[in-house]
């Protein structure tokens, strides 16, 4: 019976370890499940999902003006809720318009409808989408 000597057993284990880790095959990111016209528009932070619903945007675009959006925000708890909220703008190419205008706080009464406001402020603005999540 032939014994292979425990050097050759080990540098042959170790060269086959290598070997193996060394697969050079790239790994594609996963795909976003919302990315482009699936990420919805009015996004509801996981805090406040549940206690805040939206009706209805009314978008308005002007000739010499930019793109203005009201959105009817209502508050479901039965205690006051605040909230901050966001507005992106983007431009036809769907890339962000900057400076986006920031976060406003906005208490929403028990039961009620406020609106979130906001206007972009670049003439470029073809689309927007609304951030929502409890006041920090």
């Given at each position: 019976?032939?014994?292979?000597?425990?050097?050759?057993?080990?540098?042959?284990?170790?060269?086959?370890?290598?070997?193996?880790?060394?697969?050079?095959?790239?790994?594609?990111?996963?795909?976003?499940?919302?990315s482009g016209?699936?990420?919805?528009?009015?996004?509801?932070?996981?805090?406040?999902?549940?206690?805040?619903?939206?009706?209805?945007?009314?978008?308005?675009?002007?000739?010499?003006?930019?793109?203005?959006?009201?959105?009817?925000?209502?508050?479901?708890?039965?205690?006051?809720?605040?909230?901050?909220?966001?507005?992106?703008f983007f431009?036809?190419?769907?890339?962000?318009?900057?400076?986006?205008?920031?976060?406003?706080?906005?208490?929403?009464?028990?039961?009620?409808?406020?609106?979130a406001t906001?206007?972009?402020?670049?003439?470029?603005?073809?689309?927007?989408?609304?951030?929502?999540?409890?006041?920090?």
């Amino acid at each position: 019976m032939y014994r292979i000597p425990p050097i050759a057993l080990v540098f042959v284990l170790s060269a086959a370890a290598m070997l193996i880790g060394c697969d050079a095959t790239p790994i594609p990111a996963p795909g976003d499940p919302y990315s482009g016209g699936n990420y919805p528009q009015i996004n509801l932070m996981q805090d406040i999902k549940g206690d805040v619903v939206a009706d209805g945007p009314i978008v308005t675009i002007g000739p010499t003006a930019p793109m203005s959006v009201q959105v009817p925000l209502r508050n479901t708890t039965h205690d006051d809720l605040n909230i901050q909220y966001r507005f992106v703008f983007f431009d036809a190419a769907h890339r962000e318009l900057l400076p986006d205008t920031g976060w406003q706080r906005l208490t929403l009464p028990s039961s009620a409808q406020r609106m979130a406001t906001g206007s972009a402020l670049d003439m470029n603005a073809a689309d927007w989408r609304l951030d929502i999540q409890a006041a920090r």
